[in-house]
C-alpha cells in the first residue's frame, strides 16, 4: 500500500485522506462509481449503501454509512474512472477483489435492471481486478436471484 499526504475531504465526516488508503476504501469507492454509472442515484441505492456497511464486516470500523461514503466520493471526485479502478486494484487482494466486485453489481442492480453503462463498467472491474468471467457470471446470476421481488 502506498503512503501520500492527507488533506481534509470536506465531507460530513470529517475525515482527511486524498487517496484510497485500504481495501474497504477501494470496495466503497467502486460501488459509488457503480451507482453513478448510469447517471442517476436511486434511493435504493443508497440504502444498499447502509446494508454493505452493515452486513460486510470489512466495514466494521465505519461508524455512519452515509458520511464515509460521502468521503469516499469526495476522495475520488477529481480522479478519472481509470485511474480510482487501478488504485482500487492495487489494494485488494484476490479474495477481496471478487468481493469488490460482487458489491458493485449489488449496487448496479439494486434498481432491478442493468443498463449499458454499468455493464460496461462492471465489465471494466471485473478486467481490472482479474476476476474470471465465469466467476462474474455466477455473482451477478446470484445478486440478480437477491433483487427479485416476485
Known amino acids: 500500500m502506498k503512503k501520500t499526504s492527507k488533506t481534509t475531504c470536506g465531507c460530513a465526516c470529517g475525515c482527511s485522506q486524498n487517496s484510497l488508503n485500504s481495501p474497504a476504501d477501494a470496495v466503497m469507492a467502486l460501488c459509488v462509481m457503480a451507482m453513478a454509472s448510469d447517471g442517476k ?3 435504493n441505492e443508497l440504502s444498499r449503501i447502509d446494508q454493505m456497511i452493515a452486513l460486510s464486516p470489512l466495514f466494521d470500523g465505519v461508524r455512519n454509512a452515509r458520511d464515509y461514503a460521502a468521503c469516499i466520493a469526495e476522495t475520488i471526485s477529481e480522479k478519472g474512472r481509470i485511474t480510482v479502478i487501478e488504485e482500487a486494484a492495487e489494494l485488494l ?3 477481496l477483489a471478487e468481493t469488490a466486485y460482487a458489491w458493485a453489481a449489488s449496487m448496479v442492480m439494486a434498481d432491478g435492471k442493468v443498463v449499458s453503462p454499468e455493464h460496461k463498467f462492471l465489465s471494466s472491474i471485473r478486467k481490472a481486478l482479474g476476476v ?13 436471484m437477491l433483487n427479485r421481488a416476485r
Open 41 to 43: 442515484l436511486e434511493k
Open 93 to 95: 487482494p484476490g479474495r
Open 132 to 144: 474470471h468471467g465465469v466467476l462474474a457470471g455466477k455473482i451477478n446470476a446470484v445478486v440478480a
